[in-house]
């Protein structure tokens, strides 16, 4: 076969064992039943009692000079991927811009996001550039531009989801999609048309509901305890933002996408498709494509099948929950436990992704100084290396079955908060809860199985 | 259910959680050892310590342990398709690639480059100390756009 992405890391995780895999398993159902007999009988997510960081703290780190810094770094930090990306070695592992875009930004600020809150619309590029345009716009003009145009509402989060869907096709569908040259024309691309997008919608606006990151990178902040608030900085209940996700249109195909690209990226080395990918692949190149061309399209139809399978099975669940009673429409339902899959989706990115960030992370410290490829030395760390002994797989192991089963629990946690919240009898939210559950289970077991599929 | 209720079954589901994870892991070198001797298959080669037993020394193998994983290289492509080398950490790995053309083989995580031409193999010995999957490449057929996968090292934790 043709080497698709990936050429990044030439390293991959041994599967769990046949024992710690089938006491994860057991760990789901025991985890799942006990909660449904011990957890609250009222909701109590539902309101996320917020309060500032004490003596002034949480105003100085949303400050107008923090806020000018973050984003001037996260500008410079484009500039640099997007020159060493069109003017460094074309080697992917000798640039900086693959590593930094598949491994720091996308994969690293989603732990930061979680543990710090919303780190990127901090440091978000675009944003800043869009709002100092409007700031010199507004000077220039002497007073209010225009108004931006109203957002559709139909239109959603579903901007988020074509940008998240292209992004994975890149990583794990395009063969060339690691090349430096290839993510800084795409870089600039994504640039131009988010650009476009805030001229049009306005900065926030289109940060908040378009703009692919800052919505995945939001989604994953709302389970941090840290929440910035018209500029104060302060701490809420973890989980408590989740349930204020507001289920515009595209929310769940965006948590579908968000899901089902990790899946595809765990299966895509598994038996089940490595088995089947190169008829598929060759049945393509009997209808005349070429071998990459072939190799590709396949792949791009495995990852919108591991899409369309997560999606399929959620709207099954809801379908389930609905049939219980409580007249409430299948959309409607689809909508009011969508937050539940975000913990999910966080189990998924961080037990796949784990020793990626931890490995090939390090390499971020000689890419720094060697940006180019091209023997530079900034910062007296070109030497340094990956130390591939930072952790073995024992402990590997744990941390993914750990981070597995407590995505589980926080994911059953807010099902059950909100089905309290939603259904005025409360034997009708337990039952429609079997359902939930049986979801739940069912995708944490397939986390599971994808940790065991690994390549041996 | 009262809250003693709730609290207890609490603690009895972490009791059997804790229980089962204990009877569930293999002790070392017992069960791990002979699950993974006969999960290999017969066209995988088990690296063995030259002439020294491992570290538990107790481990005991059923068939012949050939020493020196051998990867041979025709026109860019490996005979017989991608080599698996099984490994235990601690093992002493060999590894030699036979070449039909001037080549540069690359282990990666290990990061162990060797040259390799027609009569003079690559040859590659190390101390398995990093665990992992990690892919052996040639960097011939990477530059002319081939797959250049020709094995992989599997080291599993003693």
Same mark, same amino acid.
């Given at each position: 076969?043709?080497?698709?992405? /990936? ?29 449904? @007999? ?34 001037? *770094? ?20 000798? $640039?900086?811009?693959?590593?930094? *875009? ?21 440091? $978000? ?42 992004? @994975? ?48 990178? $939001? ?6 305890? !840290? ?44 038996? *089940? ?30 990852? !919108? ?33 969508? /937050? ?45 290396? !990956?130390?591939?002994?930072? !952790?073995?797989? $024992? ?12 995505? /589980? ?6 099902? /059950? ?40 | 259910?009262? +809250?003693?209720? +709730? ?60 020493? #020196?994983?051998? #990867? ?6 490996? #005979? ?21 053309? +001037? ?23 190390? +101390? ?31």
């Amino acid at each position: 076969m043709i080497p698709l992405a /990936h050429g990044l890391v030439g390293r991959a995780d041994l599967p769990i064992p046949e024992w710690l895999f089938g006491w994860a398993a057991a760990m789901v159902l025991v985890v799942s039943f006990v909660a449904l @007999a011990v957890l609250w009988p009222d909701p109590r997510l539902q309101r996320e009692g917020w309060r500032p960081l004490p003596r002034g703290i949480g105003r100085l780190l949303a400050s107008r000079p923090v806020e000018v810094a973050c984003g001037a *770094i996260g500008v410079l930090l484009l500039a640099v991927v997007v020159y060493s990306g069109l003017r460094g070695t074309q080697s992917s592992t000798a $640039n900086f811009a693959p590593t930094f *875009i598949y491994v720091i930004f996308w994969v690293g600020l989603v732990p930061a996001s979680v543990l710090l809150g919303d780190v990127f619309k901090a440091f $978000n590029p675009w944003r800043a550039i869009g709002r100092a345009v409007g700031w010199v716009a507004r000077g220039a003009a002497r007073g209010e531009l225009p108004a931006p145009l109203a957002y559709p509402r139909r239109l959603g989060r579903w901007p988020a989801v074509a940008g998240i869907f292209a992004f @994975a096709a890149m990583e794990l569908v395009a063969s060339n999609g690691d090349r430096p040259e290839n993510l800084a024309i795409a870089t600039l691309v994504y640039s131009a048309l988010t650009f476009v997008a805030m001229a049009l919608y306005g900065v926030e606006t289109w940060v908040e509901r378009g703009e692919a990151f800052s919505v995945y990178f $939001n989604l994953f902040a709302r389970l941090s305890p !840290i929440e910035t608030r018209d500029g104060v900085v302060g701490l809420r209940k973890p989980l408590a933002g989740l349930p204020t996700v507001e289920p515009l249109p595209g929310t769940v195909p965006l948590l579908a996408v968000m899901i089902g690209s990790v899946t595809f990226d765990g299966a895509a080395e598994a038996p *089940i498709w490595t088995g089947i990918a190169p008829d598929i692949a060759r049945l393509f190149e009997d209808l005349g494509l070429s071998p990459q061309g072939a190799l590709e399209l396949t792949f791009l139809l495995g990852l !919108i099948a591991a899409i369309l399978i997560v999606y399929a099975f959620y709207r099954l669940g809801v379908v389930g929950a609905r049939s219980v009673g409580g007249g409430f429409s299948v959309d409607r339902l689809a909508g009011a436990f969508v /937050h539940t899959l975000v913990p999910i989706a966080l189990a998924y990115v961080a037990a796949h992704y784990f020793t990626l960030l931890l490995f090939q992370g390090q390499a971020i410290s000689f890419l720094a100084s060697d940006p180019l490829g091209d023997g530079a030395d900034l910062f007296g760390t070109a030497d340094s290396q !990956i130390d591939y002994g930072l !952790i073995g797989a $024992n402990a590997t192991w744990y941390w993914q079955v750990g981070f597995v089963v407590t995505g /589980h629990v926080a994911a059953l946690t807010l099902a /059950h908060d909100r089905a309290l919240a939603i259904y005025d009898d409360a034997g009708l939210a337990v039952r429609s809860q079997y359902w939930m559950l049986a979801v739940m289970v069912g995708f944490t077991s397939l986390a599971l199985w994808l940790l065991s599929q690994a390549n041996v | 259910m009262s +809250r003693n209720q +709730r609290i207890a079954l609490v603690v009895a589901a972490l009791v059997v959680a804790v229980v089962a994870f204990a009877v569930a892991q293999p002790g070392d070198g017992d069960g791990g050892g002979e699950e993974r001797a006969a999960q290999t298959a017969p066209a995988e080669t088990r690296t063995e310590p030259g002439g020294r037993t491992t570290p538990t020394g107790t481990q005991p193998r059923g068939r012949p342990q050939p020493e #020196i994983t051998r #990867i041979r290289l025709r026109g860019g492509t490996v #005979i017989g398709g991608p080599k698996r080398i099984r490994a235990t950490t601690g093992d002493t790995v060999r590894i030699v690639v036979n070449a039909d053309a +001037r080549d540069e083989i690359h282990l990666h995580g290990y990061d162990l480059y060797e040259n390799a031409a027609p009569g003079r193999p690559a040859r590659f010995v190390f +101390r398995a100390d990093i665990e992992g999957v990690f892919e052996v490449e040639s960097h011939v057929a990477e530059d002319a756009g081939k797959d250049p996968l020709i094995g992989r090292l599997v080291v599993e934790p003693a």
